[in-house]
Structure formats: structure tokens, C-alpha cells
């Protein structure tokens, strides 16, 4: 038994690497890659124009400079300028982390759970299709940030049980590298330290402050870069721009979809361009027509005074009106927003309708995305309630903090599937932990009759 708990890691870390190399090879996505807003940076990044990015065909003469975090598009560039094969490369990378990941999530269950949680976690996650899919296939930084989340969850724990500072320095390390894809998690830190005070960590303050000011470091020759551009201090500008998204009347709460109703209703019934309504094109098969109605769609989805105002209006003027915008609406329809918010919820943790309602997910297929969808919450809730039952009901609390943070961020902005891709790991490792709970519950039970 010793023997086998010994390879435990490595049979995880290879089931993980063999399903994702499979997919790697099927898939092939490498060959016709849709790099979207990444690819047109790092592209630019290598022609010398920095880290410009044209709005989606809105600022074609003063691109934007700041519109996405950099980590993603740098990389990009990297393997683009040094790789025969970058797509391909970089696609490798990506598949490494994945079954990386698969391995951080068995010792995160191992650690506060116990051996079987942990391993069950893990093979979970090396098979769950979501993450081999997405790590072979798409060209988004998701599964480099589903990794660095599962590095911070893993450093957390060990500055809980270890005095060695290594581990704050570590941490602060990886959340600014984080916060270089992902902003959003350097507020995350708050819910660390909380977590930390809880579980009574000693030497709290210390390790706050090294993990407070190695973030600040790795966060700084960006923030400067960007106050020499903007005079703001800065990661990205693209967060006004998701936040008025996910706040604005015509809305539907899923990524760029506009309520045809709503939206001719906010324009005063005005003539409008109906094909901002159709299905969003096949960016593969037909790029132009992807680009025209991206242009058109973007446009659209401003608020009028700043579209109409878009070529002259400084990055960060834009990324402040948006946020502005939002707000205004918000404090204006308080009760849409609290409605709008649980829809949002239950989009992350029950059902999310399909973008643009594909004919993907329509018919035979359109249970299969359910279930796959909707299956782990009940599991969850009921790992939730049962942990907190128990003595250690501290430890597990750090994975309900990652679960709350990114839904209480994503209820106040627009869901896309891949937001909730964040924290699945934790909800597969906290439903691990309930399917394990059952067994024994169900065992015990059969042992007396």
C-alpha cells in the first residue's frame, strides 16, 4: 500500500499528460489557431509596437496599449519569435501545467482532506474533459491561470503549517505573476490573510507583509510602464469595459449577448443594424465576417456617449466611463442588479445557457452539456456542509474563500463557462470529499444488517 501511495503523484501526473497528449494529437488545433485579441498583440509585440491592441477595429489608428494583461500576449510572442512550431509549443506548455494542476489539486485534497479525497481530486481533475479540452485546444491563458490559482492554494496551505518564510516570498511571488493574467486575484489576498487568522497561523503579520510587498514587486515595472502611458497606476483597461458587459439594460448576464427587446428599447426603437443580433460567425471558416461583426457588436454594446466618442478619448478615459457607466446603472436599478446577480450565480453553479445558443448544444447534445455542467454542485453543497461538522472545518474553509471570491467577482461583471473553470478544481476536490463521506456513510450502513 506504502508502494502505491508513493506513485500516487505520478500515476496522477501521467494519467493527466497521456489524455491531454491524446488530445493534443486529435484535436490539432495548432495548425488553424484562433488567437483572438492575444495573437494580435503578441504580433504586435514582435513588430516593435508594444503591447497595442485595436479595440476589436475601433482603434485601428490609436490602438490600445493597455487593454489585456500582458502575461498571456508576452508569452505568446515568446514562442512565436523562438519556436518553428509556437502554436504547437505553446500548446504543450499549456498541456504540462494542465496535468500540473491535476497534481497540485491531489496534495490541496490530500492536505485538508485526507489520502482518498486527495486522490480522487486528482484523477478527477486529469480526466475531467473541461480542462483536457480546453488545454489542448484553446489559446487562452484560462489553464495557466487555473494553474497559478492551484500554486497560491498550495502556498497557503504550507505557510499555515510551516514557519519557513520561503513560502510568504513564494506566494507573493506567484500572485503577482497572477495578477499579470489574471487582476482580479490580487484581491484574493485579503481572503488569505483571513484564512491564515482563523486557522491561527503564527507569525501572521510577517508573512502578510512578505506576501504583501514580494506582489508589490512583481507587480511594479508594469504599474510603472503603465503610469508612464495612462498617469494611473494600472494592470489592464479592460475591466470597465467587461463591467459595463455585465451592467447595462440590454445585458443577458452571458458574455457579449444583447436582449434584442431590451436593447431596441434602449435606444429609443432607433433604427439598428439587425446582424449585431445574429449568431456570432465562425472566426475559423469566415474571419472577415468574425471581425465585421465583432466591430459592430462592440460598438453596439457601448454606452452612446462613448461610442460616439471613441476615437478621441484617451484608454484610460474610456475604461473609466465604462466603469462609471455600470455604476450608474446599478445605483439606478438596484433591483435589476440583485436579480441580474443570482441569475449570474445560478449561471456559475447550475446552468449557463450557451452562448449565442449554438446549435452545438441544441438536441441530443444539449443534456450532455447539462449534466456536465450542473452535476458537481449538489456534491458540493453537500461536502460544504458536512466538512464544517467536523474539527478541522477550518482547513477546507480556504477552497470555500476561492469558490465565494471568483463568484462574487464574475456576479458583478458577465459569466462565461471558462470563469467558473477557475475554481472547479476546489469544487471537484470539495465533491471528492462528500463522494467519500457517502461511501463510508453507505459501508457502515451495510455493515449492520
Known amino acids: 500500500m506504502s508502494s502505491l501511495t508513493n506513485k500516487t503523484p505520478f500515476i496522477i501526473f501521467f494519467i493527466a499528460l497521456l489524455l491531454r497528449s491524446i488530445a493534443l494529437i486529435l484535436f490539432q488545433t495548432w495548425t488553424n489557431p484562433n488567437t483572438l485579441e492575444y495573437g494580435q498583440m503578441a504580433e504586435n509585440i514582435l513588430l516593435g509596437k508594444g503591447l497595442s491592441f485595436d479595440f476589436y477595429g475601433l482603434r485601428e489608428i490609436h490602438p490600445f496599449r493597455s487593454f489585456m494583461p500582458p502575461l498571456y500576449p508576452f508569452l505568446m510572442a515568446f514562442?512565436?519569435?523562438?519556436?518553428?512550431?509556437?502554436?504547437?509549443?505553446?500548446?504543450?506548455?499549456?498541456?504540462?501545467?494542465?496535468?500540473?494542476?491535476?497534481?497540485?489539486?491531489?496534495?490541496?485534497?490530500?492536505?485538508?482532506?485526507?489520502?482518498?479525497?486527495?486522490?480522487?481530486?486528482?484523477?478527477?481533475?486529469?480526466?475531467?474533459?473541461?480542462?483536457?479540452?480546453?488545454?489542448?485546444?484553446?489559446?487562452?491563458?484560462?489553464?495557466?491561470?487555473?494553474?497559478?490559482?492551484?500554486?497560491?492554494?498550495?502556498?497557503?496551505?504550507?505557510?499555515?503549517?510551516?514557519?519557513?518564510?520561503?513560502?510568504?516570498?513564494?506566494?507573493?511571488?506567484?500572485?503577482?505573476?497572477?495578477?499579470?493574467?489574471?487582476?482580479?486575484?490580487?484581491?484574493?489576498?485579503?481572503?488569505?490573510?483571513?484564512?491564515?487568522?482563523?486557522?491561527?497561523?503564527?507569525?501572521?503579520?510577517?508573512?502578510?507583509?512578505?506576501?504583501?510587498?514580494?506582489?508589490?514587486?512583481?507587480?511594479?515595472?508594469?504599474?510603472?510602464?503603465?503610469?508612464?502611458?495612462?498617469?494611473?497606476?494600472?494592470?489592464?483597461?479592460?475591466?470597465?469595459?467587461?463591467?459595463?458587459?455585465?451592467?447595462?439594460?440590454?445585458?443577458?448576464?452571458?458574455?457579449?449577448?444583447?436582449?434584442?427587446?431590451?436593447?431596441?428599447?434602449?435606444?429609443?426603437?432607433?433604427?439598428?443594424?439587425?446582424?449585431?443580433?445574429?449568431?456570432?460567425?465562425?472566426?475559423?471558416?469566415?474571419?472577415?465576417?468574425?471581425?465585421?461583426?465583432?466591430?459592430?457588436?462592440?460598438?453596439?454594446?457601448?454606452?452612446?456617449?462613448?461610442?460616439?466618442?471613441?476615437p478621441n478619448l484617451s484608454e484610460a478615459n474610456i475604461d473609466s466611463l465604462l466603469f462609471k457607466a455600470g455604476l450608474k446603472y446599478i445605483v439606478e436599478n438596484p433591483s435589476a442588479y440583485i436579480k441580474r446577480s443570482f441569475k449570474k450565480i445560478s449561471y456559475l453553479m447550475i446552468y449557463r445557457p450557451p452562448e449565442g445558443r449554438k446549435a452545438t448544444f441544441a438536441g441530443r447534445f444539449s443534456l450532455l452539456y447539462v449534466i456536465h455542467y450542473m452535476f458537481l454542485t449538489p456534491l458540493v453543497l453537500g461536502g460544504i456542509v458536512i466538512s464544517m461538522l467536523q474539527k478541522n472545518w477550518k482547513d477546507p474553509l480556504l477552497l470555500y474563500f476561492v469558490m465565494i471570491f471568483f463568484v462574487m467577482v464574475y456576479m458583478n461583471f458577465f459569466v462565461l463557462s471558462r470563469y467558473r473553470w477557475l475554481f472547479e478544481p476546489y469544487m471537484i476536490a470539495v465533491a471528492s470529499f462528500f463522494i467519500i463521506f457517502l461511501y463510508r456513510t453507505a459501508r457502515s450502513y451495510c455493515k449492520t444488517f
Open 79 to 310: 514562442f512565436i519569435a523562438h519556436f518553428p512550431e509556437p502554436y504547437l509549443s505553446l500548446l504543450i506548455i499549456q498541456t504540462i501545467l494542465s496535468s500540473l494542476t491535476a497534481l497540485n489539486i491531489y496534495y490541496t485534497g490530500l492536505w485538508l482532506f485526507g489520502r482518498k479525497t486527495g486522490l480522487i481530486a486528482g484523477i478527477g481533475v486529469a480526466i475531467y474533459p473541461v480542462f483536457i479540452i480546453s488545454s489542448t485546444s484553446s489559446f487562452y491563458p484560462v489553464t495557466i491561470d487555473i494553474f497559478l490559482i492551484s500554486l497560491i492554494v498550495l502556498l497557503a496551505i504550507k505557510i499555515k503549517e510551516s514557519e519557513n518564510l520561503v513560502y510568504p516570498f513564494a506566494a507573493g511571488i506567484i500572485i503577482g505573476i497572477s495578477g499579470l493574467s489574471i487582476p482580479q486575484i490580487i484581491a484574493f489576498y485579503p481572503f488569505i490573510i483571513l484564512w491564515l487568522f482563523i486557522s491561527k497561523t503564527p507569525f501572521i503579520l510577517r508573512k502578510s507583509a512578505i506576501i504583501a510587498i514580494m506582489t508589490v514587486l512583481m507587480l511594479s515595472p508594469w504599474l510603472i510602464r503603465n503610469y508612464s502611458i495612462h498617469s494611473k497606476f494600472l494592470i489592464s483597461t479592460n475591466g470597465g469595459f467587461n463591467f459595463w458587459l455585465g451592467n447595462n439594460p440590454f445585458t443577458t448576464g452571458i458574455g457579449w449577448e444583447i436582449d434584442e427587446k431590451a436593447y431596441r428599447l434602449y435606444t429609443s426603437n432607433q433604427p439598428v443594424d439587425n446582424s449585431i443580433f445574429a449568431e456570432v460567425p465562425d472566426r475559423t471558416l469566415y474571419p472577415d465576417a468574425f471581425k465585421s461583426f465583432l466591430k459592430k457588436r462592440t460598438n453596439a454594446s457601448l454606452p452612446k456617449e462613448v461610442a460616439e466618442n471613441i
